[in-house]
């Protein structure tokens, strides 16, 4: 069976390594998944937040925004998955690695299929 997935590739793995190994990974695995766009992730350093916020709307916040409840988030990098998470989505983003162990334990919940993750929050 195959669930649809929001993709946000971590900026240094876009940068460096691209995505072509984690792409068939997803393809092999059934993820139907369409990059989100890239935003910045340094977000914490003072003085950056406004504009990693305004960053992150202007690809990767409305994207996650706008997926559907029973697709997946997916974020391999931390800063990533704390950007979707704080930016007022109502998401929470798995690692891939996540994602596959999530689905060898059987059916994913049909909405908001992170919450089968135990992971506590990043807030």
């Known amino acids: ?5 929001t993709v946000r590739t971590h900026c240094h793995q876009h940068a460096v390594l691209k ?23 340094f977000g914490f350093e ?5 504009l990693s916020m305004k960053i992150g709307e202007q ?3 409305p994207a ?11 974020a391999d990098g931390f800063s990533c998955r704390t950007q979707i998470e704080q930016g007022g989505t109502g998401r929470r983003a798995l690692h891939l690695a996540e994602a596959l162990a999530l689905g060898l334990d059987g059916p994913l ?11 506590p929050s990043t807030r």
């Open 109 to 119: 919940p049909a909405h908001h299929p992170e919450r089968a993750a135990d992971r």
């Open 59 to 61: 690809g990767v916040l």
């Open 1 to 5: 069976m195959s669930r649809a997935a």
């Open 46 to 50: 003072r003085g950056h937040y406004e």
């Open 64 to 74: 996650v925004r706008d997926t559907a409840p029973g697709a997946l988030v997916l």
């Open 19 to 41: 995505g072509d190994a984690d792409r068939e990974l997803m393809r092999r695995s059934g993820l139907d998944a369409g990059c989100c766009g890239l935003a910045g992730n």
